[in-house]
């Protein structure tokens, strides 16, 4: 298909709504980064002007994308996720460590971040092996394959340590539950994180109490023709209490004291008023200042440039994880309201353009950047309001870095040029 032809059908109310979020985000990025010393918006040594040549750079990553053939992802799919882990191993030996994660590649003037990369080239390998025509996720060997295509960049970044970029991850498993993983896998998911938070919450005595009278309840009130066998129950509920005694063990030894930390303030585990303080004025001094900086635009915001806590420097971070923040701050509820409607329009938009797919490897592709999309817009903006742990991911388009938003940007123009390409490709 030539590319007059690939433009014509591009989807340009996507493209709309991206160009939206990325021209919103520089807004905040400016605003939050200004200086009384500033001189020239293209001025490259000030971070809003790095994000311009970010933009830039994300440009050209659009222009080298169309101009490729659609096959040429999928067929060389495998072998861009294995150079992603190889660069992901590779930070063990070369890396530089910033803010505690040794995540980056130190390119004098840019720093690469392979994480980001490899969101990219999971999601096509993981859709390159769903949609291989043997491929059955009912069959337990292929559900170990696909798991497995997400499991090895994990094991690289979790040592980063890098738990944020690692979270990401586990979102592709969306794509394999879309694809006919049984949901009883998400059904397990869901009850280890339950009793992981529970037994934390309130030990294992209430734990163990808690299930006995859920299964007390369930044999009550069940239909008299609704047949339980009693062993498989009976080793369910060991199961559980297993994992249930495991939990502190693992609290306490797996996981490093900030970790801890946010989990005893986010769920109020901490009883000690002065440690309590402390983890305040540490752990939770981002997310409580950024909720001061929202909850102090009101309705309207401050107005721009005109954000006090932005230019005071009370919110760390606020150009990249905490870019929320700044919106709440200067242009109020309004403000983040509209930003809210845009990522859904967006969101619901790819979800649309992802069920027309004629082909099971654009579609399971498209799903793939929708959770890695989806699960930072979540998370990100989860964080910043106190509703989720202080986890580190920027916002999607929205946060200053170059390595996540060419990524990104390259990312979605792939899926929106095979959208393109599927009336050719019937």
Request: proline content about 3%; aromatic content about 18%.
């Given at each position: 298909?030539?590319?007059?032809?690939?433009?014509?059908?591009?989807?340009?109310?996507?493209?709309?709504?991206?160009?939206?979020?990325?021209?919103?985000?520089?807004?905040?990025?400016?605003?939050?980064?200004?200086?009384?010393?500033?001189?020239?918006?293209?001025?490259?040594?000030?971070?809003?002007?790095?994000?311009?040549?970010?933009?830039?750079?994300?440009?050209?990553?659009?222009?080298?994308?169309?101009?490729?053939?659609?096959?040429?992802?999928?067929?060389f799919s495998s072998l861009f996720?294995?150079?992603?882990?190889?660069?992901?191993?590779?930070?063990?030996?070369?890396?530089?460590?910033?803010?505690?994660?040794?995540?980056?590649?130190?390119?004098?003037?840019?720093?690469?971040?392979?994480?980001?990369?490899?969101?990219?080239?999971?999601?096509?390998?993981?859709?390159?092996?769903?949609?291989?025509?043997?491929?059955?996720?009912?069959?337990?060997?292929?559900?170990?394959?696909?798991?497995?295509?997400?499991?090895?960049?994990?094991?690289?970044?979790?040592?980063?340590?890098?738990?944020?970029?690692?979270?990401?991850?586990?979102?592709?498993?969306?794509?394999?539950?879309?694809?006919?993983?049984?949901?009883?896998?998400?059904?397990?998911?869901?009850?280890?994180?339950?009793?992981?938070?529970?037994?934390?919450?309130?030990?294992?005595?209430?734990?163990?109490?808690?299930?006995?009278?859920?299964?007390?309840?369930?044999?009550?009130?069940?239909?008299?023709?609704?047949?339980?066998?009693?062993?498989?129950?009976?080793?369910?509920?060991?199961?559980?209490?297993?994992?249930?005694?495991?939990?502190?063990?693992?609290?306490?030894?797996?996981?490093?004291?900030?970790?801890?930390?946010?989990?005893?303030?986010?769920?109020?585990?901490?009883?000690?008023?002065i440690r309590l303080e402390q983890?305040?004025?540490?752990?939770?001094?981002?997310?409580?200042?950024?909720?001061?900086?929202?909850?102090?635009?009101?309705?309207?915001?401050?107005?721009?440039?005109?954000?006090?806590?932005?230019?005071?420097?009370?919110?760390?971070?606020?150009?990249?994880?905490?870019?929320?923040?700044?919106?709440?701050?200067?242009?109020?509820?309004?403000?983040?309201?509209?930003?809210?409607?845009?990522?859904?329009?967006?969101?619901?938009?790819?979800?649309?353009?992802?069920?027309?797919?004629?082909?099971?490897?654009?579609?399971?592709?498209?799903?793939?950047?929708?959770?890695?999309?989806?699960?930072?817009?979540?998370?990100?903006?989860?964080?910043?309001?106190?509703?989720?742990?202080?986890?580190?991911?920027?916002?999607?388009?929205?946060?200053?870095?170059?390595?996540?938003?060419?990524?990104?940007?390259?990312?979605?123009?792939?899926?929106?040029?095979?959208?393109?390409?599927?009336?050719?490709?019937?």
């Amino acid at each position: 298909m030539s590319g007059s032809s690939i433009l014509r059908r591009l989807d340009w109310l996507t493209v709309f709504l991206f160009a939206l979020l990325v021209f919103f985000g520089w807004i905040n990025i400016y605003s939050t980064t200004l200086t009384e010393n500033a001189n020239s918006i293209f001025d490259f040594s000030t971070l809003y002007g790095k994000q311009l040549f970010f933009i830039g750079l994300s440009m050209a990553s659009i222009v080298i994308i169309m101009a490729l053939e659609n096959s040429f992802f999928e067929r060389f799919s495998s072998l861009f996720y294995i150079i992603s882990l190889m660069l992901l191993a590779g930070l063990f030996v070369f890396g530089k460590t910033i803010a505690g994660a040794t995540s980056w590649y130190d390119f004098g003037f840019f720093n690469f971040q392979p994480s980001e990369l490899g969101k990219l080239t999971a999601a096509l390998a993981l859709a390159k092996y769903l949609s291989d025509i043997q491929t059955d996720l009912r069959k337990i060997k292929h559900q170990w394959y696909a798991v497995l295509i997400l499991v090895v960049p994990i094991i690289l970044i979790l040592p980063q340590p890098d738990p944020g970029s690692a979270l990401v991850y586990f979102s592709l498993f969306f794509v394999l539950f879309r694809e006919g993983l049984p949901l009883q896998y998400l059904g397990f998911a869901i009850l280890l994180i339950l009793l992981f938070v529970s037994t934390l919450m309130f030990g294992v005595i209430w734990v163990g109490i808690g299930l006995g009278i859920i299964t007390s309840l369930f044999f009550l009130f069940k239909k008299p023709t609704f047949k339980v066998p009693t062993l498989p129950l009976v080793l369910f509920l060991i199961c559980c209490m297993g994992v249930s005694l495991s939990v502190n063990f693992v609290y306490n030894n797996v996981f490093e004291q900030r970790h801890r930390d946010r989990f005893s303030l986010w769920l109020g585990l901490e009883k000690d008023p002065i440690r309590l303080e402390q983890i305040k004025k540490t752990i939770g001094y981002n997310t409580y200042q950024a909720e001061k900086a929202i909850e102090s635009g009101g309705f309207i915001g401050k107005g721009f440039l005109e954000g006090t806590r932005t230019k005071g420097d009370f919110v760390p971070e606020q150009h990249t994880d905490y870019i929320f923040s700044s919106v709440g701050e200067e242009w109020g509820f309004m403000g983040t309201t509209f930003i809210v409607l845009l990522f859904s329009l967006f969101f619901l938009r790819l979800i649309h353009l992802a069920e027309r797919q004629k082909r099971s490897f654009n579609r399971m592709y498209g799903y793939g950047v929708i959770s890695i999309l989806l699960i930072h817009y979540f998370v990100n903006i989860g964080m910043v309001i106190g509703l989720l742990p202080t986890i580190g991911i920027p916002l999607p388009f929205f946060s200053y870095g170059g390595s996540g938003l060419i990524f990104f940007t390259a990312m979605l123009f792939i899926f929106l040029k095979f959208d393109a390409a599927r009336l050719s490709e019937i």
